[in-house]
């Protein structure tokens, strides 16, 4: 049989769509294991600061096998609650279920291991994504001040801070070069240096030494900030290369703009001094722990850069030690300093000072991450 022209075309044309659409490959079906971010029939065990971001579950196991997860049995009997187990939005309402447990979760388990090999890959991905996470150092009421100091805050005329500061357990006396002024409610001072975070002329000032319950909040901040330091210091850190990089010499091949050379999230730990001899950068959303043995001395006009979602209140710099930021040089981070914070002429900081001893500003503009409230947690108002 002749065909004609245009059924010839059409029959070329037909076979060309055909082929472009059945050469696509289908998905993996994961069913009802597809309501899991992990599922195991073995069991599952979790260190401290892991976080897991979606239900858990394990079959045909019982719930013993979920192990570091000090779970509590809900009410229903159906599952159970981790402080480590989050809903895949963050709430704190993510929910792990085992065989063991009542109505008809046995049933519901063992049809979702029915995909279960083909889970295997996408499991195995997920958790340690979650799991190499560095959970943040949480500051507690010491992240209400730009600087905290337990020994005395010292500044020069052309010194200006963003953000509250205090002293404690000493008196007001400790705070030298602000010319304060007292406010009527003898519980905080003003000071044409201190600024709040949003700029305006409302910092404050706080001592042990001021009325109402100053002396007793700032107690608990420093109580915090000592924690906070314990907390950074005590992390783990098992990666060799993150210990003593570049022998505690940053900057270059070791924290350079480079990408094989910058910062990423993670801890790393120095047994001695750190030096950052050039500019040193950070990179990626995530929690720095930067632990140094030593002292943290940073060289005149350098910077610490922040790129790739990196932020200054995730970077946590705690230091056995003193703290020197040169002549005209940029710090980021939140500083825990055993000893001393001494910030030369010039320097800038975006970040926290919190120092167990003393800080010391020549010429400096400390800045706190973002436009936090001024009064918060001190008083009504």
Request: one cysteine or more; a negative charge; proline letters at 3%.
């Amino acid at each position: 049989m002749m065909l004609s022209y245009s059924t010839c075309c059409l029959v070329i044309l037909v076979s060309a769509a055909c082929n472009a659409v059945t050469s696509a490959e289908p998905e993996v079906d994961l069913g009802f294991a597809g309501e899991y971010a992990i599922l195991a029939k073995a069991g599952i065990s979790a260190t401290p600061s892991s976080y897991i971001y979606g239900n858990i579950a394990v079959s045909p196991i019982a719930s013993t096998a979920m192990t570091g997860f000090d779970l509590t049995l809900d009410s229903s009997t159906q599952f159970s609650k981790s402080a480590l187990i989050f809903a895949g939005n963050a709430s704190h309402n993510g929910e792990a279920y085992a065989a063991s447990y009542g109505g008809d979760i046995a049933t519901v388990l063992t049809t979702a291991l029915t995909p279960l090999a083909a889970l295997v890959i996408l499991v195995s991905a997920a958790c340690n994504a979650v799991t190499s996470a560095e959970p943040e150092v949480d500051l507690g009421f010491a992240g209400e001040y730009a600087i905290l100091a337990k020994a005395g805050i010292s500044a020069t005329p052309s010194s200006y801070i963003y953000g509250n500061i205090a002293v404690s357990p000493i008196a007001s006396t400790a705070m030298t070069g602000f010319d304060l002024t007292l406010d009527s409610s003898t519980q905080f001072s003003k000071s044409a240096l201190i600024f709040a975070g949003n700029a305006s002329h409302d910092g404050e000032a706080y001592a042990a030494s001021y009325g109402g319950d100053i002396a007793t909040v700032l107690t608990t901040a420093v109580g915090a900030m000592e924690t906070a330091y314990t907390d950074a210091a005590g992390r783990l850190n098992s990666a060799d290369d993150r210990i003593d990089l570049g022998g505690g010499i940053l900057g270059g091949d070791y924290g350079g703009p480079d990408d094989d050379a910058a910062l990423t999230p993670g801890v790393y730990t120095f047994g001695s001094d750190v030096h950052l001899n050039s500019d040193v950068y950070f990179s990626g959303a995530g929690v720095y722990i930067i632990q140094i043995a030593g002292n943290l001395v940073q060289a005149d006009d350098t910077k610490v850069v922040l790129i790739e979602g990196a932020k200054p209140e995730n970077i946590f710099w705690q230091v056995a030690d003193f703290v020197e930021v040169g002549v005209g040089a940029h710090m980021e981070g939140i500083i825990l300093a055993k000893i001393k914070a001494d910030f030369l002429t010039g320097s800038s900081l975006k970040g926290r000072v919190l120092t167990q001893m003393a800080c010391n500003l020549k010429k400096t503009t400390i800045t706190e991450p973002g436009n936090l409230p001024i009064k918060r947690g001190l008083r009504s108002s």
